[in-house]
């Protein structure tokens, strides 16, 4: 969809908004966007598969009829009544895709048969069977990536067939916007990605405080991106460990891949299992192959299995959930992403336990990270102030710290910092400081960092030269020196900003006020006297007479000001 295309179908959403709030209705349209994209890709896939079979299947192939192609080839048989290429097709989609779609299942048969006048099945009936065909066959990465649909939700409608007409409603909406960009817009292969993230925007937008869950602003994204990969050449993974819709991930990929480098694998953790799921459909939409991506649902700060614990990472970047509650209790001194920090973070707050985790799991040497993080781990004190000092001093991890504007994310206002971390700092001692906390434009409600914003937080990163009132770099022992502070105040002395008036015209605006004051007791006065009532006000008649009324009142001050002191 485009832009245009994706603000019609939100103007749909809220005309035909029931009984669910309309971010609800992100686990039918993004699914079915999913399912749509990947349904035309099998069919495009399998035609050219077999438009040089020299049959009936080949020619129709050839004369464009993808759909009856791919048909007749599932279903061809020999003399022997065995299939011949139903196998080959499986293992065909397999390899490219991670999932199969049945050819009785694409989009377009879902259309022909369960809506409209010819309709020959329920669409709830139908799309059940699609769903159970395409986790048959789908590759473990895919698997569960449509139980996200809620078949049975009342809040479609009051009743079975209110139900039944919505969702065919909503999947025919969003078939026929995804047929006209997918087929308009192949040279572009992010397109449909790009819909994606944007309709994912809409949905967070209208979710109040959930919507930070599963969403990190584009722009915002963007920055943390670069920060991440600034010096990345290549990176053999990339990883998430709080991945929500998966935007930062493919944003950290598309970072590096712009400059012409190699990205091998995405790693993603998301504990919320539906929101996993949105990420998985992200990655298709965005063209990662599914040998190429892993999204798990799992808590990040649970105990690890061995096969994380031997991972690690040539870069990171997350947006944590702020304040989180956790177990802090003393068996998490024993596991080693925790261990070497004289302290745990608070029960309450987990907000450095996620940076230690991120630590823990970058590439010895190698590794980049941004984690965007509330500000009070900046300051707080205590076991937080320890966790700072083994960051900076012991680990020597800590390469920037980058303050933002406030009222950046759905469903909180509250300002953030990015963290720039790596492993590669032996010959650093230093932390550079930016504040960024005035770098935004008004959008609406909320603030957003445009292209020169970014770039211009970028650049500073990348040069590392104090810029006053802006960034500087700070050593290490004066960081020491503040107990391992890091506010921004205590690093970079922010710009007063002192308005300069003209006295002149604020003396002839208070002589002004003071005529027109005058003016109105006099006035109040005789309208009294009218009926017989004692004057209320003292009055000074000079300035009252001056008044005649609020035009030329500053026209009569300017006049009395011009008069010279003397006569000729």
């Not at 980049?368 to 205590?382: E, I, K, M, Q, Y």
């Not at 206002?413 to 005035?438: E, H, M, T, Y």
Request: aromatic residues 10%; charged residues 30%; contains cysteine.
């Amino acid at each position: 969809m485009s832009t245009q295309n994706v603000n019609s179908l939100w103007s749909l959403l809220n005309k035909i908004r029931g009984q669910m709030d309309t971010n609800e209705y992100k686990n039918y349209i993004l699914p079915f966007l999913f399912y749509d994209v990947a349904s035309f890709k099998v069919v495009d896939l399998m035609k050219d598969e077999l438009k040089d079979e020299d049959n009936e299947i080949g020619e129709a192939a050839r004369q464009g009829n993808g759909i009856k192609a791919y048909g007749n080839a599932w279903e061809a048989k020999n003399e022997d009544g065995e299939l011949i290429y139903r196998e080959d097709l499986i293992d065909i989609q397999k390899e490219k895709f991670g999932f199969v779609i049945n050819p009785y299942y694409t989009v377009e048969m879902i259309m022909a048969k369960a809506s409209g006048p010819s309709a020959t099945k329920y669409f709830i009936d139908y799309f059940s069977e699609a769903r159970a065909e395409f986790e048959k066959y789908c590759s473990n990465g895919f698997k569960n990536t449509l139980d996200v649909v809620n078949l049975d939700n009342k809040g479609l409608g009051n009743t079975e067939e209110d139900v039944e007409q919505m969702l065919t409603k909503l999947f025919n909406y969003t078939a026929d916007l995804a047929r006209k960009d997918y087929f308009e817009s192949k040279s572009n292969k992010d397109a449909l990605g790009d819909d994606y993230e944007e309709l994912m925007g809409y949905f967070a937008a209208s979710a109040g405080k959930k919507g930070g869950e599963f969403y990190t602003p584009q722009e915002v994204s963007e920055l943390v991106a670069k920060l991440a990969t600034f010096e990345v050449e290549n990176a053999k993974s990339v990883c998430d460990p709080t991945c929500g819709s998966g935007a930062l991930l493919i944003k950290a990929a598309e970072e590096i891949s712009k400059h012409g480098g190699i990205v091998g694998y995405l790693y993603g953790q998301e504990l919320n299992a539906n929101t996993s799921r949105l990420a998985k459909m992200n990655m298709c939409l965005h063209d990662v192959s599914t040998e190429n991506f892993e999204i798990v649902s799992r808590d990040t700060l649970a105990t690890e299995e061995d096969w994380m614990q031997e991972r690690d990472f040539d870069v990171t970047v997350a947006n944590p959930p702020y304040a989180l509650e956790w177990d802090n209790g003393d068996h998490r001194y024993s596991d080693e992403r925790f261990a070497g920090y004289n302290a745990l973070a608070p029960k309450g707050n987990a907000d450095l336990a996620f940076v230690q985790h991120i630590i823990y799991h970058m590439k010895e040497n190698v590794g980049h990270a941004a984690v965007l993080l509330p500000l009070g781990v900046l300051f707080r004190g205590n076991a937080e102030q320890a966790i700072r000092q083994a960051i900076i001093e012991t680990k020597n991890v800590l390469d920037a710290v980058v303050v933002l504007p406030s009222n950046l994310f759905y469903g909180t206002g509250i300002p953030v910092c990015c963290l720039v971390l790596r492993k590669d700092r032996a010959d650093r001692d230093d932390v550079f400081f930016i504040d960024a906390s005035n770098e935004f434009v008004k959008d609406g409600k909320k603030n957003k960092l445009k292209d020169e914003n970014i770039n211009k937080i970028y650049e500073a990163y990348t040069k590392r030269e104090d810029v006053e009132h802006f960034c500087r770099r700070v050593s290490r022992k004066e960081i020491e020196s503040n107990n391992w502070n890091l506010s921004m105040s205590l690093y970079v002395q922010a710009e007063r900003n002192v308005e300069e008036h003209d006295l002149g015209a604020l003396f002839k605006e208070l002589d002004a006020l003071e005529i027109k004051s005058e003016g109105l007791k006099k006035k109040i006065n005789s309208q009294l006297g009218l009926f017989g009532v004692t004057e209320r006000f003292r009055v000074n008649d000079e300035l009252a007479n001056k008044w005649v009324d609020d035009t030329q009142v500053i026209e009569k001050v300017q006049e009395e000001e011009d008069k010279p002191d003397f006569d000729f």
